[in-house]
């Protein structure tokens, strides 16, 4: 346990210490790579929190936070249960992992002679398990205040523990999407076009908001704006972490260059993706903005340059996070005329940018081709449809989905 | 000084640099790692100024975050001035360390043949200086509002520089509780019960806020429930580097694999907190939510694994937060039985749950004895409550404990 | 790539690694401080969006935070497009950089023999960017409401490649200030009374908010001095990494206790101003609090031991820093006299500290001298407020530099 520091006892112990040798040094570093990257990426889990405490009504706020941490609680556990071995204990090719509880290793068994992995096995668990909580915040804020929320927690559990797993295990347990050409590298596709999908679905069977549409012909003024940009800040931050921690491995040079490359490309596409959206409002909407379709912008390039982080030039990131912020636009317009609710604009951002993102990597990685990319992105597509909408039906005749009334919520804070 | 970057510049200096070596590899590792500890444990002061701000009224806000942000100031000061030193540099098995000012080694009397410590005195000091906050803000949100500021202050510099110091002396600086069986990871008890202990005495000097116990059969509005949650949850976040940097170290494998399971089994122990105190909230009160508490919950499973972080399995980790949840719900309730009024929720997270987890540590440490975490709690209880209360009563007849009427707070912002 | 964590293949992998050697461990370790450097750093970003969001009445809220979060992107950009070069490729002693693209290092080329630099070129440019960013976010808040977005941006732009990128590599580029005994270690002058002069001559031009100083008589409630308080302390801790990051090496012992030495320092400065500003209001302005000037103490503090955080004892720091607390609590009332309309108070703060910060260098610093350290900041003042007296007449004159009417910005929320 080393003890506490003592200034007087240290000195003399020095000498015992062995020096660190190459494995141990891979090791040390990759595990505090880790970790930063996990606390980094937490920050999104801060963020997603305050978009939607943004976008709700206040009074809504006790039940929609509530939820939102009892939800982030309950994917964590799910994710230790088997999340964690449902992604990557599969078979080669296979369709799924196992299903088995996550156990650390000792750091009694790890001698310098003898790692089981060049990381602490924690330390990747810790990581992997922000990156399964995304999905389910995800949904979260797309469907917020109509849906029931025993109906939410319930979803996001089967979200954290089964459905995300399945799917990330296809390409990144070594199931078999990885015996395609298919290419996601931090989950543009496999994260959040997955939830797109799953909230999508939930959004048709739910329907809008009450008033949500009618309301639609004078500017309808944002509940918290402050809190949508807060949190649109801290995803962006927490982003940077999660996909520079994505490569999985910082214990050389040229991995501590790819971390570098990948976090400055995912930092230029989500500064097109805001500066395009905010240009096009400047010049085609001129006065009549919608502040949180703009700052949306920034999550859309977030999310589009998802799929390939590593392999563009900065310029090309640029560009593919300006053309997701045109997305995140046009959705946005497309959403309203077909009256989905979406309440902090996430299906435009991820579902939108995800395909966009997942299409646009043979633009870069010259091994991608469109029609493997166009394979791995329909059949995700397929199964998260197919799969939330049984689970959303089985849940919508058990525990209901719908809150009766608005004001129910009320009673929560 | 090292300059600034030039490309040009550099690549004919490379040669120069000596490799580095085991001994200083470890220094920069050790360093690194309490600088990445200290920095995210900074979210909980943010964390906490944020549930204090939520759980007071709007027009009090000003005298609160003042106080809470000057305390923070001041406690620092005095951890330098003083503090560090009553902490670390005691007698063996004595009672206290030594008054005498902190001072970092300099960079110029470190070489690679010499070194002081494995760590950079510096990132120690930050590190410590950011836990030794920590008994303060507890006790501020306890005692909000009512609390004279200038009593508060003059409190919370006593409590980073002398009785804090003092108690953990006794355990972290070779005092008296290192030779019993003891045992105390990163402070259940001389961190968290020793706060709650602190503002127990205090809630009794100085009563309840006007008003306070008359509204409550009526459900009362949170303040600002957003702030309490954002609040949790960088708490949470912070509290992870705190935990795991309480190893200090991680410079071998084996280190890094013990502060990633500290991390993990921290979080499940928060996870664990939440979703147990939701369900019963779920199940037992139903729609009568108090959103505040349920949060604490997580508080609460976070304070409950802080005595013994390391040796527990992920699952012991669940549990022992699990029960944490409950001990803040059936707090909660004797508090306000009691008519104890606690702004915060402070007294059942750290003093319930710090007892709590100080008597669970031999769950899963086999060398740990009921009976010495027993004594060791109870020391400190003693310790606490006395000094506390001498000092609390000095304060009142010199400064005045409470403010004469709520709106006088008003001015102040 | 490098593939994604799978727990049956890796071990069989392990000894294919080669053993890290001397430079490729300083590259790591570089290239992994830059990094974290910059994620602690950006928090100033949020940090300085929340202390305008709470300083401006809440129905502006959606155009300021738009202004902002796309101001920072945009500035981004250009930084990447050609700030890092104007401010880094440079002839010796000159006076610019040069006018061209950034481009990081191709991992590949990275090779244990073959080392462009000692760190990521990538970890390089995206802490720079932070950096780069600040002028414009300070300048932002002391202009803020009356301020054209457009004609903000439109400057932030010209801040972030040109103006800030020019001053500072006449120091940190090798240009003409670096040959004098010039020293700025974190750009108290480069950076903060740089954005200072900047914004100063803006508000002469733009005049004060509507009814500013008509108000003054009685005690205005700030808007939201939540906002200012989280925004204060995260711009607080983002300073620690942004300052500690500018040693731009912890690659040795010496690196790394110097580090730890400079964040230890730099704390101790924001304390030593914070308590300095609060105690000046207890005793002279006793119930009149100013809660928001007493907070920017903080900022002052932080300012003032921006110009050498290394050098300095900590109770130096410490002294530095309540001085600094002085300041701002002077100028503030100096500013309010002058009828001059600084919305955060970043005058008093960034341009009145920056000045001091710079002045007092020679206190610690034996080979620095006050006549060098005077032409220096004089330097960059006549630079900064002629060159931003022109752009912002061109502004001024071609897209205008203030808004007609208040009620204007309500539209863009």
Redesign the interface.
Known sequence: ????????G??AE?PT?????????????N??????S???A??M??GF??LE?GAVK?EH???V??K???G???C??VF?LFGYHML??GTEGGWHGSFK????????T?T?EN????????????FQ?VLASLPALIVSGILAVRIKP?AYLTFSVLLAGLIYPTAASWL???GWLSTTGFSD?AGATLIHSLAGWCALSATILLGARKGRFEAMKK?R??R????I??G???IW?GW??YS?GS???????????????I??NT??A???G??TA?LIH?LVYR???H?AV??SG?IGGLVSISAEP?LP???MA?LIGSIGGVVVIMLSELLRTLKIDDVTGGIPAHLGCGIWGTLAVPLSNGDAKLIDQVIGMMSVAGYAISISLVLWLIIGFSLGLRIKNEHELI???
């Open positions: 346990l080393a003890g506490f520091s003592q200034e007087a240290l000195p020095l210490t062995p020096d660190l040798k190459g494995h141990e040094i891979s090791f040390v570093f595990t505090l790579f880790f970790l930063l996990g606390f980094v937490l920050l889990v801060v929190t305050m405490a206040q706020l006790g039940a936070l509530l939102n941490l009892g982030f609680a309950a964590s556990i230790y990557y204990s509880m996550w156990q650390p290793e000792a750091a009694s790890i310098p790692f089981p992995n060049l990381f602490a096995s924690g330390s990747d668990w810790f398990m025993l990144w347990g070594g590298f500017v003024p944002h918290n704006i402050g809190y940009a807060f649109t800040l801290l931050i940077l972490g520079g490569l999985l491995a910082m214990d050389s040079a040229a991995d501590a260059a790819d971390v570098s490359n976090i400055v930092h230029l989500a500064c097109g805001l500066v905010y400047l006065k009549h903005y502040t703009v700052l920034a590593l030039s900065p310029s640029l009673f929560y804070s």
